[in-house]
């Protein structure tokens, strides 16, 4: 998880229940029939909408997005020039042994067409396909995301409508109308919460994580095709460092 997303949980979480703390107790604000009504709801509605595929990969894409760690710009750069300076030297099958380190398979891959002696466009149109089923599947999740940000105040409306009902049909009875209204009440937080404070923005990271990996997918392709068509080192890093803004060219650098 990086530490965007970590400050970001602690700040949110800490303001709100201290602004909970300051008008009474956090006692308050739980209320398991408004938990099985948003959550439960929303889930619901979730299965609903989506095939039962879409719902069990939903939780591998939100994995990722948070925990794994992409590498850095500079240090695929480094990599693809050291290939492309060893496919120069001492041809694509010297290749083979370096693979074996490799942890990420679309490198490895794309590392093993050469090595095959795929052509340039084979090359290019396996490993845009790659990218695009990446994209598509990022995408499933980011929607699922919106759509349960979306359904949660709607849930919590519905939980409102519910303790409004049960606070009118208990008028006779005044010990219940309070126990109503904090149904009703507590709903529409939840519903607030769980969708601007961990659904929406968890749907914004995956729209970002997504870009960010695409680009550096389309990267490794670029430099790929470089040594595919055996340009040397040099030219394998011009090409890279297309993707990288002017300011940060002189500090990404590669050893050739």
């Not at 619901?44 to 939100?62: D, E, Q």
């Not at 060893?86 to 693979?99: K, P």
């Not at 550096?216 to 055996?230: K, N």
């Not at 011009?238 to 990288?244: C, P, R, V």
């Amino acid at each position: 998880m990086d530490f965007a997303t970590i400050i970001g949980v602690i700040a949110g979480f800490s303001f709100i229940i201290s602004a909970m703390l300051k008008g009474g107790s956090v006692r308050l604000f739980l209320d398991l029939p408004g938990v099985m009504i948003v959550v439960g709801g929303m889930v619901s509605a979730t299965f609903i909408h989506f095939s039962m595929k879409n719902c069990l990969g939903f939780f591998g894409v939100l994995k990722k997005t948070l925990i794994c760690k992409m590498p850095s710009e500079d240090f695929l750069i480094q990599e693809l020039v050291n290939y492309a300076a060893i496919n120069r030297r001492d041809g694509a099958l010297a290749l083979e042994q370096h693979i074996q380190k490799l942890r990420d398979q679309f490198v490895v891959k794309g590392v093993q067409m050469l090595i095959d002696g795929q052509k340039e466009e084979a090359i290019h149109k396996h490993m845009t396909l790659e990218i695009t089923y990446l994209q598509e599947r990022h995408a499933e999740g980011k929607k699922m995301l919106e759509f349960m940000g979306a359904a949660a105040p709607a849930w919590g409306m519905i939980g409102t409508l519910i303790g409004l009902v049960q606070m009118l049909s208990a008028m006779e009875d005044p010990s219940k109308i309070g126990e109503g209204m904090a149904t009703s009440l507590v709903c529409t937080f939840y519903g607030a919460f769980f969708a601007n404070m961990v659904l929406l923005p968890l749907a914004g990271k995956v729209g970002f994580r997504s870009k960010k990996e695409a680009l550096m997918r389309e990267m490794i392709v670029e430099g790929l095709l470089a040594i595919a068509r055996g340009e040397g080192p040099t030219g394998v890093r011009e090409k890279m460092q297309a993707f990288i803004s002017s300011r940060r060219r002189d500090e990404v650098k590669p050893r050739i």
